[in-house]
Structures are given as structure tokens and as C-alpha cells.
């Protein structure tokens, strides 16, 4: 299939930063979502890819578009709602390969998890979530990014307990870095277990979520499941595991790539974060942030972003998420009027 090029013209900084989202957001939710790549050049925004696929985006730019110029910015909940929208009537597509004339797009439903509390089986909530575990099937290492309460660590939890179920693991290991909330672990109380256990006791609840006390203790005994602070995973190489690394945007940089290079032959690595939220010291910046500017182009890693949409906790922390993001983007706008 043909690959093009179309552009799209924009009006100042404050134009583009609003069509493409903080720290490029939107933009990578329409290039995830259809294929292509997209970047600014001058006042423009290029969309490069198979032709269908660019048309397609070019549609969600421009609807992106009309409503920053009408409110000055656009939630990522309404990216995902376009591109949804636009991936389901944007063309005709084939149900089958070979169709000539129309583009072929495989639709799967993702799979139950076999795992949740006394193993009953659950599904996604919504199509990120859907997306997310088909992610994590199909992909070595996969990153997902998104705000609070859209089930990040708690699908990675479960994905890790089936596959060692199933056998396709031999063991789980759940990482945090111990940065958190302007605190630092020289002022807390106690000796060093006792200073880290309030950064690793999310990851312990995860995992209480969907085994029994008496299953995870014996687990945990044995070895087989390990909640360890990051800094303790410096010169380990982790065969057969599936390795989780929790509240990702609160690594430095030479963290994450330490982290990543712990891994063995037969192993799986998720990561998850929300940029939002990143409490590392001024002056310094997130392996998270990094990585997802540096890592999406190597094969075998995937890049999964859950948006307000896939929100499943009580539904005001819909509306907190909406109200903050409002609030950033004010910001931002600011920043730029006085540049």
C-alpha cells in the first residue's frame, strides 16, 4: 500500500501544543491508533504513513483542531473517543485478507483473564484495558502509561499470575522506586524494611486482590513471588520471570535503563506510570519520559496509553483527572504567552 504525506496548518505554539498535547499525548494517541508518524515542522503538522491510515488521521487532526480553537484545548479522553470513532467508520474495511480495494484490519476480542480472586476469570472494563492485555501477550516489554485508577498495576498483577500458573514463568518479581511525594527515606522512621514496605504496600495489595493471604504468603516464602524497592535490582539477571516495574515515571534515567537490562532468557517486563505524577527531584528527568521518546521504534516493545475513559474506580476520579488536566493545559499556555 502507498505511503503519502499530508499536512496540517496550525496557528503559533500555542495552536500546536494544544493539538498535540502535553508532552505530545495527542499525538501519539493518533499515531498509535492508526499507524502513522506525525511531527511539526514550522507551522505545519505531517501525518506520514499508508495512504488510508493518513486520511484517517488527518480526519481526527482536524476535529482535534476545530475544538482548541473553540476552547484552547481538548481532554485525551476526547483523542481516544476520535480515534475510536474514526477507526470504526473512517474507510471501509475487509473482514477478510485480500479484499481488494479496501484496507484489512484484524479485529480480535481480547481474552478473559483466567485470574482474579479464587480465580474466577474477569475481563477488560474498556478498550484500553483490552488493549493493554493483548499488549502484554503479544509483546516481550510493554509500557503503559495513564492516570490514576485505570487498572495499570492491577491487570500487570494479574497477567503475572497467570502466566505463572500456566507455568510460562517461573516466578514474579514486583520493583517501585522509593521516591514518593517530596518525602525521602533517611526521615522516615524504623530500619530499612521498615522504610521502604509504605512504597511496596500497593504492590502487596494488588497481589491480595487476586490471591488468597495463605497463597501469597507461601509464595513469598519460597521466593517465587519477590516485592523488592528498585534500587535492589542493580546486577541481578532475571531468567524465566515476569518482572513489574510499578509508579515508572519516579525513575531517573539511569534507573529505567538499569532496570531494563535486568532481563533474562523466558522473561516478560511491564512497565507502568503516569507522567503526571512524576516527584523526582528538580533538575532531573524520568526514565519514563525518556523511554517513551527513545524506545517506541525497537521491535518487540509495546506502548499501551490508558486514558480517562478507562478510568474503573469510583467515577469522581473521572472528573478530578478532567479537572487537573484542564489546569496543566492553562498552565502550559501561560508558559508559552510569556515566551
Same mark, same amino acid.
Given at each position: 500500500?502507498?505511503?503519502?504525506?499530508?499536512?496540517?496548518?496550525?496557528?503559533?505554539?500555542?495552536?500546536?501544543?494544544?493539538?498535540?498535547? =502535553?508532552?505530545? @499525548?495527542?499525538? *501519539?494517541?493518533?499515531?498509535?491508533? !492508526?499507524?502513522?508518524?506525525?511531527?511539526?515542522?514550522?507551522?505545519?503538522?505531517?501525518?506520514?504513513?499508508?495512504?488510508?491510515?493518513?486520511?484517517?488521521? /488527518?480526519?481526527?487532526? $482536524?476535529?482535534?483542531?476545530?475544538?482548541?480553537?473553540?476552547?484552547?484545548?481538548? #481532554?485525551?479522553?476526547?483523542?481516544?473517543?476520535?480515534? =475510536?470513532?474514526?477507526?470504526?467508520?473512517?474507510?471501509?474495511?475487509?473482514?477478510?485478507? +485480500?479484499? #481488494?480495494?479496501?484496507? !484489512?484490519?484484524?479485529?480480535?476480542?481480547? @481474552? $478473559?483473564?483466567?485470574?482474579?480472586?479464587?480465580?474466577?476469570?474477569?475481563?477488560?472494563?474498556?478498550?484500553?484495558?483490552?488493549?493493554?492485555?493483548?499488549?502484554?501477550?503479544?509483546?516481550?516489554?510493554? !509500557?503503559?502509561?495513564?492516570? &490514576?485508577?485505570?487498572?495499570?498495576?492491577?491487570?500487570?498483577?494479574?497477567?503475572?499470575?497467570?502466566?505463572?500458573? +500456566?507455568?510460562?514463568?517461573? @516466578?514474579?518479581?514486583?520493583?517501585?522506586?522509593?521516591?514518593?511525594?517530596?518525602?525521602?527515606?533517611?526521615? /522516615?522512621?524504623?530500619?530499612?524494611?521498615?522504610?521502604?514496605?509504605?512504597?511496596?504496600?500497593?504492590?502487596?495489595?494488588?497481589?491480595? &486482590?487476586?490471591? $488468597?493471604?495463605?497463597?501469597?504468603?507461601?509464595?513469598?516464602?519460597?521466593?517465587?513471588?519477590?516485592?523488592? #524497592?528498585?534500587?535492589?535490582?542493580?546486577? *541481578?539477571?532475571?531468567?524465566?520471570?515476569?518482572?513489574?516495574?510499578?509508579?515508572?515515571?519516579?525513575?531517573?534515567?539511569?534507573?529505567?535503563?538499569?532496570?531494563?537490562?535486568?532481563?533474562?532468557?523466558?522473561?516478560?517486563?511491564?512497565?507502568?506510570?503516569?507522567?503526571?505524577?512524576? $516527584?523526582?527531584?528538580?533538575?532531573?528527568?524520568?526514565? /519514563?519520559?525518556?523511554?517513551?521518546?527513545? /524506545?517506541? #521504534?525497537?521491535?518487540?516493545?509495546?506502548?499501551?496509553?490508558?486514558?480517562?475513559?478507562?478510568?474503573?474506580?469510583?467515577?469522581?476520579?473521572?472528573?478530578?483527572?478532567?479537572?487537573?488536566?484542564?489546569?496543566?493545559?492553562?498552565?502550559?499556555?501561560?508558559?508559552? &504567552?510569556? *515566551?
Amino acid at each position: 500500500m502507498s505511503r503519502i504525506e499530508k499536512s496540517l496548518s496550525v496557528n503559533g505554539r500555542d495552536e500546536l501544543i494544544g493539538l498535540l498535547g =502535553a508532552g505530545d @499525548r495527542h499525538a *501519539r494517541a493518533v499515531r498509535d491508533g !492508526f499507524g502513522v508518524n506525525i511531527f511539526a515542522k514550522g507551522g505545519e503538522v505531517k501525518i506520514v504513513g499508508q495512504a488510508l491510515k493518513v486520511e484517517k488521521a /488527518l480526519r481526527v487532526l $482536524d476535529r482535534m483542531l476545530v475544538r482548541v480553537r473553540d476552547e484552547g484545548w481538548i #481532554p485525551v479522553d476526547a483523542v481516544a473517543d476520535l480515534v =475510536a470513532e474514526e477507526g470504526e467508520t473512517g474507510v471501509r474495511q475487509a473482514t477478510t485478507p +485480500g479484499d #481488494p480495494g479496501v484496507e !484489512f484490519i484484524e479485529r480480535r476480542r481480547p @481474552r $478473559d483473564l483466567e485470574v482474579s480472586r479464587r480465580g474466577a476469570k474477569f475481563g477488560p472494563r474498556s478498550g484500553g484495558q483490552g488493549e493493554y492485555i493483548e499488549a502484554i501477550r503479544h509483546h516481550d516489554i510493554t !509500557f503503559c502509561i495513564g492516570p &490514576a485508577g485505570t487498572g495499570k498495576t492491577y491487570i500487570a498483577v494479574a497477567m503475572a499470575v497467570e502466566a505463572l500458573r +500456566g507455568g510460562r514463568v517461573r @516466578r514474579i518479581v514486583l520493583a517501585r522506586p522509593a521516591v514518593e511525594a517530596g518525602e525521602r527515606l533517611g526521615f /522516615l522512621p524504623g530500619d530499612i524494611q521498615a522504610k521502604v514496605n509504605p512504597y511496596l504496600r500497593p504492590l502487596y495489595d494488588g497481589l491480595n &486482590a487476586i490471591l $488468597d493471604t495463605g497463597q501469597l504468603k507461601k509464595l513469598l516464602d519460597a521466593e517465587i513471588v519477590e516485592i523488592v #524497592p528498585l534500587a535492589y535490582m542493580r546486577g *541481578r539477571t532475571l531468567d524465566d520471570a515476569f518482572i513489574i516495574l510499578d509508579e515508572a515515571q519516579n525513575t531517573t534515567q539511569e534507573q529505567m535503563k538499569m532496570f531494563l537490562t535486568r532481563m533474562g532468557t523466558g522473561s516478560k517486563i511491564v512497565v507502568t506510570g503516569d507522567v503526571t505524577q512524576v $516527584d523526582l527531584p528538580t533538575g532531573k528527568t524520568s526514565g /519514563l519520559l525518556e523511554a517513551q521518546s527513545i /524506545l517506541p #521504534p525497537v521491535g518487540g516493545i509495546a506502548f499501551q496509553y490508558l486514558t480517562r475513559a478507562d478510568i474503573v474506580r469510583h467515577p469522581l476520579v473521572q472528573k478530578i483527572v478532567d479537572a487537573y488536566e484542564r489546569k496543566d493545559a492553562a498552565v502550559a499556555r501561560k508558559k508559552q &504567552a510569556r *515566551r
